[in-house]
Antibody, heavy 120, light 110 residues
Framework: QVQLVQSGAEVKRPGSSVKVSCKTS????????ISWVRQAPGQGLEWMGG????????IYTEKFQDRVTITADESATTAFLELRGLTSDDTAIYYC?????????????WGQGTLVTVSS | QSALTQPASVSGSPGQSITISCTGT?????????VSWYQHYPGKAPQLIVF???KRPSGVPNRFSGSKSGDTASLTISGLQADDEADYYC??????????FGTGTKVTVL
């Protein structure tokens, strides 16, 4: 059974950047999209953006347009989320999710989540 | 892009049916059939339970059903069970080529 395995928890200082990875246990992302979703404490789920390796550049929500980069390695087996200019509001659990496409549609497989804590 | 609107909470007794609404606009829910629903237990990854408005992934009980009318999508859980107590979120594709979540609904089984 295919799994998405994310990197471990991170503690970051305000103003710094974080890069979270998401590796598929089998196959590649080439025929799928990968999305990143976050949940801040006490808040709901929030789609940050998505990436379809065979189609090129990622698409981001306006809120994250200037601070987020979503990429994948050349083998399309590991996806990455980089978030820059961290503030305490970015403290959240970050999930990668395989996303049916195209266009972006449903999240049919999720990673286990990565807790990012931003604190001075 | 604003979040889709869901009721904050819905409750029901075991065996009853409940319905969760998800209201958007013609630029998202009303304009596309790419509406999905997720069940989310705190501390665990969300799980897809409905996609394309009314389709269920393999393994999801037929107690969960989805529908849409105009700008509002709905998830109905029939034969409510104790382990249905969780948070539920809708999503929709949008005119901006993005996805947007609903505000989330906490389901309580009385």
């Amino acid at each position: 059974q295919v799994q998405l395995v994310q990197s471990g928890a991170e503690v970051k200082r305000p103003g710094s950047s974080v890069k979270v990875s998401c590796k598929t246990s089998a196959g590649t992302f080439k025929n799928f999209a990968i999305s990143w979703v976050r949940q801040a404490p006490g808040q709901g789920l929030e789609w940050m953006g998505g990436f379809i390796p065979i189609f090129g550049p990622a698409i981001y929500t306006e809120k994250f347009q200037d601070r987020v980069t979503i990429t994948a390695d050349e083998s399309a087996t590991t996806a990455f989320l980089e978030l820059r200019g961290l503030t305490s509001d970015d403290t959240a659990i970050y999930y990668c999710a395989r996303t049916t496409c195209c266009p972006f549609n449903a999240f049919d497989l999720w990673g286990q989540g990565t807790l990012v804590t931003v604190s001075s | 892009q604003s979040a889709l609107t869901q009721p904050a909470s819905v409750s029901g007794s075991p065996g009853q049916s409940i319905t969760i609404s998800c209201t958007g606009t013609s630029s998202d829910v009303g304009g596309y059939t790419y509406v999905s629903w997720y069940q989310h237990y705190p501390g665990k990854a969300p799980q897809l339970i409905v996609f394309d408005v009314n389709k269920r992934p393999s393994g999801v009980p037929n107690r969960f059903s989805g529908s849409k009318s105009g700008d509002t999508a709905s998830l109905t859980i029939s034969g409510l069970q104790a382990d249905d107590e969780a948070d539920y979120y809708c999503t929709s594709y949008t005119d901006s080529s993005t996805l947007v979540f609903g505000t989330g609904t906490k389901v309580t089984v009385l």
